[in-house]
């Protein structure tokens, strides 16, 4: 039976909010219950798991649950992808993927060598305590997190799937993960938990950032652990192929015209709609269309021509 995990009320979405991707098998909600325990109390054993750089903390299980569900729904990460955390601090968000939907291996980078030496610990103590529980199989691939800025990492391959709460992550480090998202072959989607963008187009903010041509599958509301400040999340699928603007041969069966631009769409959109078409819409679905209506109507407002490709 599905269990609704739900997010954690409001903040930080604004406009955007949109519930993403919050159903979970029970057996995998009772598993990601067991790990949040399992580490908060090795965290207390650790004395907490402060660094000397940037900022520390994680979102809530339900933030880290709604992110996986939207990337699980949307980007298809399944138990053969592969997740990258770019800021891993103590490397929750990788036992959680590796938990739910038990994700064939998590990777973490992180600057602080301090948080660096406590995730070692609490990695592989939260790992041997769930299998001892026989919550996670003696082969699963435990989480490794290693010590270096991402400015510093030089391919993500073979990785498919990333993840960043890049809080306190400088500009600089936030353009080498574009510049790594973009060339990575095997990267098909990114996750980002921050500052809501309000009125900016979040794909386009993130083409700034030079994660090249991405496409937004969900935005909503997170809430820090702890202090409850609230933050958006953002999921993004890259768009593999943008159709040049002045198309002239008839387009591809894939492709469907809005105003002048033949959108290229990726399957799982065609997927989405054609589910919406049988009378079944997902919230990610939603989402993606109810930020398009609002990018448009934004364009209109300002004159503009939405700022395509
Ligand atoms: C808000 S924490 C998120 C921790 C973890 N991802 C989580 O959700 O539990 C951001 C992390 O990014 C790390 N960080 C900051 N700048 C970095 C950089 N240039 N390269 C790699 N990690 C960095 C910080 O030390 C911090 O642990």
């Not at 965290?43 to 798991?49: H, I, Q, V």
């Not at 002048?260 to 065609?270: D, E, G, L, S, W």
């Not at 589910?275 to 990018?295: L, P, T």
Request: aromatic content about 6%; charged content about 20%; overall charge positive.
């Amino acid at each position: 039976m599905p269990v609704a995990l739900g997010i954690g009320g409001t903040g930080g979405g604004g406009a955007e909010s949109k519930d993403c991707g919050t159903a979970v098998r029970e057996k995998d909600a009772k598993a990601v219950e067991a790990l949040y325990h399992v580490m908060a109390s090795i965290e207390n054993k650790l004395g907490g798991g402060e660094g000397v750089v940037g900022v520390y903390g994680s979102i809530t299980r339900t933030g880290i649950q709604a992110v996986v569900q939207c990337l699980v729904e949307t980007c298809g990460m399944d138990e053969y992808s592969r997740l990258v955390d770019i800021g891993a601090g103590l490397g929750r968000p990788l036992m959680h993927a590796i938990v739910h939907p038990g994700v064939r291996s998590s990777w973490g980078v992180e600057v602080d060598i301090i948080k660096w030496e406590k995730a070692q610990v609490f990695i592989q103590q939260t790992i041997a305590t769930l299998q001892k529980r026989g919550l996670l199989t003696k082969d699963v691939a435990v989480p490794t997190v290693d010590c270096m800025p991402v400015e510093q990492v030089t391919s993500l391959e073979p990785h498919t799937h990333g993840y960043s709460f890049w809080e306190g992550i400088p500009l600089e480090g936030k353009r080498a993960f574009g510049r790594l998202f973009a060339q990575a072959a095997t990267m098909r989607a990114i996750a980002v938990v921050q500052r809501s963008f309000r009125r900016r187009d979040p794909a386009h903010e993130m083409r700034k950032l030079a994660f090249g041509p991405v496409r937004l599958m969900g935005s909503f509301p997170v809430k820090m652990s702890g202090s409850g400040r609230g933050f958006t999340a953002y999921v993004f699928h890259k768009n593999a192929y943008t159709q040049p603007l002045r198309h002239v041969a008839p387009p591809p069966a894939e492709t469907k015209r809005e105003g002048r631009i033949f959108a290229y769409q990726p399957p799982v959109i065609r997927m989405l709609r054609a589910r919406k078409a049988k009378g079944g819409a997902s919230a990610c679905d939603d989402a993606n269309a109810a930020h398009g209506r609002r990018v448009q109507k934004e364009a209109s407002q300002e004159g503009g021509d939405g700022g395509g490709a």
